[in-house]
């Protein structure tokens, strides 16, 4: 056959032809094999040839997907008879290409480039069989002759696609089967070949419909307990065609976190194994409370099984708000009682409870106990805000959860300095090597008493204490060095709430 007419013929075909391309995604329960161009890897097509004396085949992958117009072997798998071959070949004897499906899976389509011809003989054919023996392309001489000694099926660069096939392997080649009465078998020889099939590149699509095997599921999130913050899911996973991808979803249905494997879609097993599989999960995607989470595990059929955890109770954020926060000033004092209610439904125990006390800045925490009560005392008379939240016995809490109350502390209430308040007054005595300072004090909070002992404008001595008043009442005793309690040296006392200066003296010898 000549150039122009092979040219010819695929100009006519490629006119002819409207074949559909399968998906580039291998749909669920499926997965797609490719195989020879670009690549020079005959992938899972292996050679077969059962009469190598007058048949011959080849790898001549690598070059354009689509494969040569003229239909050379150049870029291919090729089967073809031995030009110049003395010995004939005997009836039922092929060469050519296999495609067995791995175990547990079936050949459903195929999309492929290829040119198959014939010449001269009506006893040799070449083309794609199933294993069941169904012919699904074929290139032969017509029975009787007629008119032309050739048939060729040109590369058109264009697939050819076969779908809704159910088998376990394909073959492409060239093959005698014997039509002619009494001809014993396919003549060899000659210079032009009697039958030549290659294969440029093709796309296999296989079912297979288990599931992948998941075992060995542990962490956190399968502990029935309280989880917060990111932890593991931890896995064994296996599948005949690997895991392709393992992810963890809420039972919202919301993915928390997928990742894929990179998978060899020319390989019988296309993706790896996971004998040791581990993903974070970070739970504050999760909104706080009892949930189940599932781990999905997928193969490269897209089969996926997926388990499913015990409900754990996850708490990112400690126990709600405190119910029905209120502050009362207590009368005649700075100090401020509270009371709440403790919330239902708190993920873990509440164990305790922290107030802060804000005005244009707010003091540090004090922490208090959970039981719907508490006091603090004001350093002065003002606006306040008071927030308060809660703490569980996981240690978990904080101030976004704080619940707020506003009061106003009378000036009546945070006293008043020596010389002004009939409640506040301190007297300070020095009696040997002891100065004793008692008196009264407005406040129910804890104030820090100091002294200093100068003589002609200089300290000789200096000292504090942190006192705690209780029912309006200081006493605090000092133990003063020679030179402070000099007869010469001056004593004064201040004591002080937080910054300001509540009450003072001057120390007199008793």
Known sequence: MTLAARN?????AAIAACLVVLPATALAGSYTISACSPSASAGLWAPVNT????????????????????GANQGGLYAQDVLMSPTNMPDGSYAGWVFAAPPGSAITAISYYRTLAA???????????TAEGTVLEQCTIEIPLGSSIDCYKPNNQAPVVFTGLNTSSLFLGVKCRVVIPGSGGCGAGGTIHRARAVLYSARVTLTESSAPTVADVGGPLWGSGIVSGVVPVTFTASDATGIQQQAVRSDSAATLIAVAQACDFTLAQPCPQQPAGSL?????????????????VTDAAANTRIVTSPTVVVDNNGPPPP???????????NVIALAWRNPTGAPAPITAAQLQLC??????????GATGAAQISAPGPGLYTVRLWLLDSRGMGGSHNAALATITVPPAAAGASSSTSRRTKIAAVLRGRLLRVSGSIAQTRRVRVSWRSKVAGGTVGAGSRMVTIRSNKLRVTFTLSARARARRATTRIAVRSGTRIVAQARARRG
């Open 8 to 12: 010819s013929l695929a100009t006519m």
């Open 51 to 70: 009469f190598p004396a007058s048949w011959e085949s080849g790898n001549l992958c690598g070059g354009p997907m689509i494969g040569p117009l003229d």
């Open 119 to 129: 010449h001269g003989d009506r006893d040799m054919m070449a083309g794609l069989i």
């Open 280 to 296: 974070g999960v970070d739970t504050r995607r999760v909104a706080a409370g009892p949930h189940t989470f599932s781990l999905a």
């Open 323 to 333: 119910v029905s926060l209120t502050a009362t000033p207590k009368s005649g004092s």
């Open 359 to 368: 005005q244009t800045s707010c003091l540090a925490a004090v922490t208090v």
